[in-house]
Every structure is written in C-alpha cells, then in structure tokens.
C-alpha cells in the first residue's frame, strides 16, 4: 500500500493549488479516502474525505466552502482543489485511508505566504 502526494507549494494568500494523492497496492475503488495536513508545532489533523464512489464528502469546519475534495477512481487518484488560501493552511498534506490501513507517504509541503 503506497501514497504519493504532489501538487504543494509557495502561493499567496487567496491563492490556489489543486494537490493530486495517486494510491496503489490496493482497490483504490473500495476505499473512503481522506487528506490531513500536519502544521509545524502542531498534531495531524483530518482536511476533507471522500467515500468510495465519491458521492459523499465532509470537510473541516476551517475549510469548508475553499476546498474541494474528489477522485478518480480509473486513476486510483484523489484530489484536493484549494481555494482562498490563508496563512493557517502552511503544512504538509497527506492522503490515505482513514485508519489504520498502510503506512503514511512523505506528503507534499503548502506554504501560503501573507
């Protein structure tokens, strides 16, 4: 089971970035999928989830009405659409499965600068 995130960077704030997660080593399809992001100084916290056919999805309260989640399921990749960044969005973001189900990937880093 492997997650590979890409699509971070420098950006200003009210700024945009779509970060794509690309999975392997399992039914990609069966699988809710989740990005979190991790600040510095502070513990992993839950962005946005997608379920597996990608008709329900639920967003922190802090990002709720800027980001977007999806996926592609023939692509075993899921998305997230960033909009509006703010400062407090600067962290590295992961993707994976809720749980305890593989291991996390190395992330892809979001600085929004003010």
């Known amino acids: 089971v492997q997650f590979v995130e890409s699509g971070g960077g420098l950006v200003q704030a009210g700024g945009s970035l779509r970060l794509s997660c690309t999975a392997s080593g399992f039914t990609f399809r069966n699988y809710r999928m989740s990005w979190y992001r991790q600040a510095p100084g502070k513990e992993r916290e839950s962005v946005a989830s997608?379920?597996?056919?990608?008709?329900?999805?639920n967003y922190a309260e802090s990002v709720k009405g800027r980001f977007t989640i999806s996926r592609d399921n023939a692509k075993n990749t899921v998305y997230l659409q960033m909009n509006s960044l703010k400062p407090d969005d600067t962290a590295v973001y992961y993707c994976k499965v809720p749980g305890a189900f593989g291991a996390w990937g190395q992330g892809t880093q979001v600085t929004v600068s003010s």
């Open positions: 997608i379920s597996d056919a990608g008709r329900s999805t």
